[in-house]
């Protein structure tokens, strides 16, 4: 796809992947790795700050070859972004860069704030300042708020419910600025959760499976019905590959499955599949219920057809993305210097006590 645009445009594009701490540092990584190894007509170029869950051993496949270059630094820092694409001469944005844990937002709201709308809005600028072809912004399927039956489509209203999804919508609302004040090429999307190799152990699936193989119990939030939809990682980036050769301009696009799943269903189905057991009594000798976050939404319900007329649709079955995503941990959990750390469960304490800022 990316070698398809740059045929039309240019013999030789440069194509930043923007990190900073990702749910999606697990999709932007494979979609590193893939563009990297079939677009070679790409200089890849992967900014990442290389905060607590950032790991390059996740690109050790990719880190030496032509096409690709690291750069460590910060989107906040404007003086640094704007001297990068002047260096640079960057064609396509695809901008991943965030603070991602909810669990986290509560306690840092206003760190969330800096990084996802500070950050944004110093990228968008620089990018527009620079003449960038395209900017794909990467947010996600919590700045609809949740829902028990109404399902989201594109034009749905942002209601967010915590401060992660607040600071999300907030960016996007600066992205879009960019489209109708400048017609500046921005495209957004929207995702549902996803998961697969590479992923920090403090999201849900990558948590639950190394506490198991560590012979420790899933600690679930609350009541553990919350249901989520679950995406594998490969299939994200045929999304993302999608959305750049056939996204249009100043358009959003929900990347979802209709495969959904409640978080105790989830550890039953991982327990079941390490521990091998499939006696409901030895399932929640397994699960630890713990207090729930101040807000956790029950459903993220999305329509992705505005994606599947683009000719995407998710391929890979659950039953095959979680035992490849099992097998990946019990050889690589300890790629992050912090991952016994990212095993701790939801703090109790009062979060508005400890409101931190940058």
Not at 19 to 44: D, E, R
Not at 185 to 195: E, F, L
Not at 235 to 248: R, S, Y
Request: glycine share 4%; charged share 25%.
């Amino acid at each position: 796809f990316i070698w398809n645009l740059s045929s039309l445009y240019y013999p030789k594009a440069k194509c930043i992947i923007v990190k900073y701490v990702f749910l999606l540092s697990c999709s932007a990584s494979h979609v590193v790795v893939s563009l990297v190894k079939n677009y070679p007509n790409y200089l890849i170029i992967n900014l990442d700050k290389l905060d607590y869950c950032a790991s390059l051993k996740n690109l050790e496949t990719v880190s030496g070859k032509e096409n690709y270059k690291f750069i460590q630094g910060d989107i906040c820092e404007p003086d640094f972004i704007k001297q990068l694409f002047e260096n640079e001469k960057i064609d396509i944005v695809l901008h991943f860069a965030a603070q991602t844990h909810v669990d986290l937002s509560f306690w840092h709201a206003l760190e969330f704030t800096y990084v996802n709308v500070y950050g944004t809005n110093v990228l968008v600028a620089a990018a527009h300042e620079a003449n960038v072809e395209k900017f794909v912004y990467v947010s996600t399927d919590e700045v609809y708020g949740g829902s028990t039956d109404e399902e989201f489509d594109e034009s749905s209203p942002k209601r967010p419910t915590n401060p992660y999804a607040s600071s999300k919508a907030a960016a996007e609302c600066f992205v879009q600025s960019y489209w109708e004040r400048y017609q500046f090429p921005v495209v957004i999307t929207r995702s549902s959760n996803v998961y697969g190799p590479h992923q920090y152990p403090e999201k849900v699936i990558p948590k639950f499976i190394s506490l198991l193989q560590q012979n420790r119990k899933c600690c679930i939030h609350g009541s553990g019905l919350q249901k989520r939809n679950f995406l594998y990682a490969t299939d994200v980036v045929e999304a993302f590959l999608t959305v750049l050769k056939e996204g249009k301009p100043g358009e959003i696009y929900n990347i979802g499955t209709n495969f959904e799943m409640s978080i105790a269903q989830l550890a039953k189905e991982l327990i079941h599949l390490i521990k091998k057991t499939s006696s409901e009594s030895e399932m929640e000798h397994w699960m630890d219920y713990v207090k729930d976050r101040p807000t956790n939404d029950l459903r993220y319900p999305m329509s992705s057809e505005k994606m599947h007329n683009l000719g995407w649709r998710p391929k890979v079955p659950w039953k095959e993305g979680i035992t490849k995503t099992i097998e990946w941990y019990r050889e690589n959990f300890h790629n992050w210097k912090n991952s016994e750390k990212a095993l701790e469960p939801f703090p109790v304490t009062d979060p508005f006590a400890q409101l931190s800022g940058p």
